[in-house]
C-alpha cells in the first residue's frame, strides 16, 4: 500500500492510513466464508489462495525536510512492533 503525499501535505497520519487500509484487506483475505475469501484472492489475481499470507508493506512517500522525517520515523517505530504479523512499514522521501 503506497501512500503518497504531495509537497507541503500533513503527514502525521500517512502510515496510519496505509496500515488501516491493509488491515482491512488482511481481514477481507482471511475471513471465514471461504467463497470470500476465494474471491478477495482471484480480485488481486491469485489463482488460488497461498499457504501464507504474504507480506503487506505500508509505504509512505512524502517530501524530504526535517520535519516530515521524523514524524515519518516516529511513525515507523511506534507501528512496526503492532503489525509485525505480515506488515511492513516503510517510508521514503522525495
Not at 496505509?18 to 471465514?32: C, G, I
Not at 505500508?58 to 526535517?66: G, H, K, S
Request: some cysteine.
Amino acid at each position: 500500500m503506497y501512500e503518497v503525499k504531495a509537497p507541503g501535505a500533513r503527514v502525521e497520519s500517512v502510515l496510519n492510513q496505509a496500515v488501516a487500509y491493509l488491515v482491512a484487506l488482511k481481514f477481507l483475505l482471511t475471513q471465514d466464508d471461504a467463497v470470500a475469501r476465494r474471491a478477495w484472492w482471484r480480485l488481486l489475481e491469485f489463482s488460488k489462495q497461498p499457504n501464507h499470507m504474504p507480506r503487506l508493506e505500508a509505504f509512505a512517500y512524502v517530501a524530504d525536510n526535517p520535519e516530515n522525517r521524523s514524524r515519518l520515523e516516529k511513525a515507523c517505530r511506534r507501528l512496526a512492533p503492532g503489525n509485525r504479523e505480515n506488515i511492513v512499514v516503510d517510508a521514503t522521501f522525495y
